[in-house]
C-alpha cells in the first residue's frame, strides 16, 4: 500500500466519526432547558446574581457563551470530515485543525469544573476582553468608514468590565500589545493558543511537549511556512517524466494517526467535560465518541 492508498484509507474512514460527532454537538445546542435540569452546574451558575452589574447578567452570560463555541467546534468538525473526504485537500486539514483545536481550548479552560462560580466568569471575561482588543484593531485602520464611533463603543465595554471586574474583587490592568489595541485582564489575562491547545491535548502521564509540537506544525502550515510544508514532502525513488525524483506530497500516515487520535481526543474531552456542566447525557456522548477514539486509534503509530 503506497502512502497515498494508506491516508485515503484512514480518512475515508475517520470522515464519517467526524460528521457524526459534529451532527451530534449541533443537534445538542438547542437543549438550554436548564430548568429541566436544575442539578447541572450551568443552572446552579445561573443561580449566582453576586456578580450581576452593568456589564450585564455575568453568570446568564457565561452559560450562554457556551452556544456559539460548540458552534465552532460543530462547524469545524463539518469542515475537517469534507477535508478529510476529499483527496485533492492536503494543506488545508491543519489549518482547520488548528482552528478547531484553540476552538475546544478555549471552551475546555472556561468551563473547567474545579474552579468556582466567581472563577468561570473571570475566564469568560478574560476572553471576552482579548476578543474586544482584537475587534477594536479590526475596525480602527485610518479611513474606515464608522470606525472611529465603533473603536469608542467597544472602548467603553472594555471600561464596563473594568469598572464592574473591580467592584467584583478583581484586579484591573491594561496591558499594552505589540499588535494594537491594549488588551485589559482581570487578575491574568487568557492564555494564549498555544497553552490553551496544550492545556486540553495534554494529560498526566502522557507525551511531554506534544501540545506544542502540534501548535507549531498546524501554525507553520496555517501560516504557510516552508518548514510546514516539507513534513508533507516524501521521497518516492521514482522518476519524473522530465526527469527528476517524484515526490508525494501529503502527510505521512504517523502524523495522520496522531492528529486524528488527539483531535476526537480533544472533541471526547471537551464535550464530556459541557455534558457535565450543562447536564447534557454524557453516556450518550460517550457511545457516538468512543468508537471514533478506537477507530482513530487503530492505525499504525510507527
Known sequence: MTPGDALATM????????????????????????????????????????????????????VMDAIPRLAHVADHLHAYAAIAADQHATFSGATTLRALLVGLGSTYWQYELTVDTKERVRRYYALRLKSLA??????????????????????????TIHESGRRAGFAWELRTSRFGAPVGQL???????????????ESPGGSPHVGATLFRLLSSVAHAQPHGMKFFMHETDEVGPNGGELVFIGLDPVWVTMLHTTTVAAVQRTVT???RYLGWDEGEWNRIALPALMEARRWPTG
Open 11 to 62: 480518512s475515508s474512514s475517520m470522515a464519517p466519526h467526524f460528521r457524526l460527532l459534529a451532527t451530534t454537538i449541533g443537534a445538542w445546542l438547542s437543549d438550554q432547558d436548564f430548568d429541566a435540569r436544575p442539578e447541572c452546574q450551568a443552572a446552579v451558575d445561573m443561580t449566582h446574581h453576586d456578580w450581576d452589574d452593568t456589564w450585564g447578567e455575568a453568570t446568564v452570560e457565561l
Open 273 to 275: 467535560r459541557m455534558c
Open 134 to 159: 482584537e475587534e477594536q484593531n479590526l475596525v480602527a485602520p485610518p479611513g474606515l468608514s464608522g470606525g472611529e464611533e465603533v473603536v469608542s463603543q467597544l472602548a467603553a465595554t472594555v471600561d
Open 187 to 201: 487578575d491574568t489575562a487568557a492564555p494564549g493558543d498555544q497553552a490553551l491547545i496544550t492545556g486540553l491535548v
